[in-house]
Every structure is written in C-alpha cells, then in structure tokens.
C-alpha cells in the first residue's frame, strides 16, 4: 500500500473545528452565521483581565471561558458566571469566538445535523488523537458525533 501524504490532514482540534466544522457550516450557527473572526488568547485574556477588575476579582483568579455540550458554564464557581455573562456578550458583539466557543459551536451543528457529522465519517477514514489523557469532554464529544454517526 503506496502512502499518499495528498489524502492526510493533520491539526489542532481546534484548527480541524474551524477547517472542517465551523468555516462550512457557519451559516447553521446563529451566533455566528453572519461572520466572525477568531479571538486569540491575547484578546481572550485582555477582556477576562478588564472583567476581573470590573467585578473585584483578583488578576490571578482561574477562570474557564468552557461550555458543556447543553450550552451551559462549564465553570464550576458560580461566583464568576455573571462575569461570563458579560464576557461571552462582549465577544458576541464584536462578532468574536474564543477557542471555547470553536469546540462549543462545532459540537452544536453536529449535535443538531447529524449528516455533517456523517460526511465527515465519510471522508475520514482515521481519526489520531494525540495526548488523549489531555482531552476535555466537549472534545471528544466532538469526535464521538463523528465516529458514531452510523451507530
């Protein structure tokens, strides 16, 4: 068997949700059918570091900007969800996505159109993931919506 590297696709999660998910399949998505641009971390955490001081918080407070696949503040204190209130609104009306929101949205249209999802079990033979131990739930949410579209 000839290896061809023409027919292999190597990324990030988050590069393949954008690539394969996102930039496609935009239009499905309210929050961001009518464009967006990503937010780097820089920008992520400039916004998060202006809230914390709005709000009282310390700058060296942990906060995960996460979504669980309802939608839902994966953030476990529930002291900093009005403050991920407001940083998701400020995000949305600059048109922005963190890298949170990527993996948010790219399992959203794959929960609600399973074909997308079976496309891309059709033109994906193989799925390696790398630092599996490292993989939060939404990810391999993401890939489970993939590989088991026809189960």
């Known amino acids: 068997m000839d290896f061809n590297p023409d027919k292999l696709w190597a990324g990030t999660i ?5 690539e394969w998910i996102l930039r496609p399949y935009a239009g499905y998505i309210a929050e961001i059918k009518n464009g967006f641009v990503i937010a780097d971390e820089y920008k992520s955490e400039e916004l998060l570091s202006t809230l914390k001081e709005d709000y009282g918080f310390e700058w060296w ?5 996460r979504r669980n696949t309802d939608g839902s503040f994966a953030e476990p204190n529930l002291k900093f969800h009005d403050l991920l209130e407001e940083y998701h609104e400020s995000l949305t009306s600059e048109k922005l996505i963190d890298f949170d929101l990527m993996l948010y949205y790219a399992y959203k249209v794959l929960d609600e159109y399973p074909k997308i999802g079976k496309t ?5 033979h193989l799925i ?24």
Do not use: G, P
């Not at 988050?14 to 954008?18: A, D, E, I, R, T």
């Not at 407070?61 to 900007?65: C, D, G, K």
């Not at 390696?128 to 189960?151: C, F, G, M, P, W």
């Open 14 to 18: 988050h590069s393949f949700c954008l």
């Open 61 to 65: 407070e942990r906060i995960t900007t």
């Open 120 to 124: 891309l079990n059709n033109l994906f």
């Open 128 to 151: 390696a993931v790398d630092e599996y131990q490292d993989t939060q739930e939404l990810q391999y949410a993401i890939l489970s919506k993939i590989i088991n579209v026809n189960r």
